[in-house]
């Protein structure tokens, strides 16, 4: 990319963060991770400019900086702007979580609100993970962030039930927790979760087409079965 079209492209983020607001949208995630543009931009792997956008980590991260500043500044200030990492690239040269600390400092001296910690995507496929897959296991990136940057962050990948979710957030390891495909899978599970959690008993917080019958539903069913439909079999 020449230096213009870097210049144009920061103008284009920002734009495109300014048609989001317009259209609604109450929070902002500039995407800076799975090898898109951004992290390209990041990782010494991938970017061997020999100029200001390139070399040292600050020369990496000066672009994907100018776009966070930009960003910043066509949104409002009460926006909450968010940026995706790949805290780890996965490549044995490339970006370390080290690296995602430093980045994270930039990110906070610029008023980003919550640094988004998934992994990966530089090299292979989108979706091949640099660390083996299991329960939570982007959750350690989050926290250190958090731990050493003193910034908010959201966690994210195979957070699947709901007392993993809130565990993460009580032990302080994360401040959001972002979902995929447990939502694919049940497109009301966040109003699950919650009556799992002891909340939202009555279905209040459904709309009142569901929430009145299954509201309705778990009063007739009062003592022989969970408020979500599960039945309690006593033994004997
Ligand atoms: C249908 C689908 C589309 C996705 N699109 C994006 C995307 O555009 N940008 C992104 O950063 N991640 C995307 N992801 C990845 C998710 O944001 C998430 O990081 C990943 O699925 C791991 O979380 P999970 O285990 O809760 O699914 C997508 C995932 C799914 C299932």
Redesign the pocket.
């Known amino acids: 990319m020449s230096i213009a079209e870097i210049k144009n492209l920061v103008d284009a983020f920002a734009a495109a963060a300014g048609r989001a607001i317009r259209a609604g949208f109450e929070v902002i995630e500039v995407?800076a991770?799975?090898g898109y543009l951004l992290t390209t931009f990041l990782s010494p792997v991938s970017n061997t400019r020999t100029d200001r956008y390139g070399g040292d980590i600050f020369g990496r991260m000066r672009f994907p900086l100018e776009v966070v500043e930009a960003v910043r500044a066509a949104i409002p200030e009460a926006t909450p702007l968010f940026v995706?990492v790949s805290a780890v690239d996965g490549t044995a040269e490339g970006w370390k979580l080290d690296d995602t600390i430093v980045f994270a400092r930039a990110l906070k001296a610029r008023g980003v609100d919550i640094v988004d910690c998934?992994s990966g995507g530089l090299t292979g496929s989108a979706t091949a993970g640099p660390v083996s897959r299991a329960l939570g296991f982007q959750v350690p990136y989050a926290a250190r962030v958090r731990s050493e940057v003193n910034i908010p962050t959201m966690a994210?990948?195979?957070?699947i039930e709901a007392s993993q979710a809130e565990a993460i957030l009580q032990q302080g390891q994360a401040d959001l927790i972002?979902?995929?495909?447990?939502a694919?899978f049940n497109p009301n599970l966040p109003l699950h979760w919650a009556h799992e959690l002891g909340l939202n008993t009555r279905f209040e917080m459904w709309g009142e087409e569901y929430g009145w019958w299954l509201n309705k539903r778990a009063r007739t069913m009062d003592g022989f079965a969970t408020p979500t439909g599960q039945i309690i079999r006593r033994p004997g």
């Open positions: 995407h991770a799975h995706r998934s994210v990948g195979l957070i972002a979902i995929a495909r447990q694919q």
